[in-house]
């Protein structure tokens, strides 16, 4: 059965600073791997996605996440913090076996200072 | 439409009533996804619908909740006998790859359970 853990459930940085959201998960089978993004009172976005190919993937708004096999990590980074990053962000497996449906982890808040 | 669509937005109703919530996917998608998030958690997985039927009802907690999707369209979530700890977010998903492809979200339906 696949699962998610995301280290931290709340990560505050300075406007500028490097943002880096940590997930780690668990699959019997190849992951396909999801970072979603809820802003206050608004729907679950898609930032980005690993399904097969290159490890390295850019998402919108300057996020990119690297998979490693070797870690079970799929971490989201943005070089440079921006107070509209403010929002809750999931990292999320697909059970593809199983119709897709995605198993989430508990969420990171990512609070940006001034 | 343009997005997948919840309503309501908003419920507010009593111990031991029947509420049903609605869920309009995008044109076109097959796959449509009931989540259940609680303040502070990810997404929970509910239950999964590949054209009408029901492929996967194996995140449904217990026989008072039930889903249908009679013409493979729009979907209700249907919660007999509510309890406080039914209050919750529902989110409704769409997919036009499942397996494979980004699931699109809803704004979600609100639920408070008095």
């Known amino acids: 059965a696949q699962s998610v853990t995301q280290l931290g459930s709340h990560v505050s940085v300075s406007e500028g600073a490097l943002v880096l959201l940590r997930c780690n998960y668990s699959?019997?089978?190849?992951?396909?791997l999801f970072w979603y993004v809820q802003y206050p009172n608004q729907g679950l976005q898609l930032l980005l996605k690993?399904?097969?190919?290159?490890?390295l993937v850019k998402g919108i708004n300057g996020f990119e996440a690297e998979f490693k096999k070797s870690e079970t990590s799929f971490h989201l980074t943005k070089p440079s913090a921006h107070m509209s990053d403010a929002a809750e962000y999931f990292c999320?497996?697909?059970?593809?076996?199983?119709?897709?449906?995605?198993?989430f982890g508990q969420g990171t808040e990512l609070s940006v200072k001034p | 439409g343009a997005g997948v669509s919840q309503t309501p937005s908003n419920k507010v109703t009593e111990k031991g009533k029947y509420v049903e919530l609605r869920c309009d996917p995008i044109?076109?998608?097959?796959?449509l996804y009931w989540y259940r998030q609680s303040l502070g958690q990810g997404p929970e997985f509910l239950i999964y619908?590949?054209?009408?039927?029901?492929?996967?009802d194996s995140g449904l907690p217990n026989d008072r909740f039930f889903a249908v999707r009679p013409e493979g369209s729009v979907s209700t979530l249907k919660i007999q006998r509510t309890e406080r700890g039914d209050s919750a977010m529902y989110l409704c998903?769409?997919?036009?790859?499942?397996?494979?492809?980004?699931?699109?979200f809803g704004e979600g339906s609100r639920l408070t359970v008095l």
């Open positions: 998903a769409s997919s036009l790859t499942p397996g494979a492809g980004e699931l699109f």
């Open positions: 699959s019997s089978v190849p992951p396909y």
């Open positions: 690993y399904t097969t190919g290159a490890t």
């Open positions: 999320a497996v697909s059970d593809y076996n199983q119709g897709g449906k995605l198993i």
């Open positions: 044109s076109g998608h097959t796959a």
């Open positions: 619908f590949q054209g009408t039927g029901a492929a996967d």
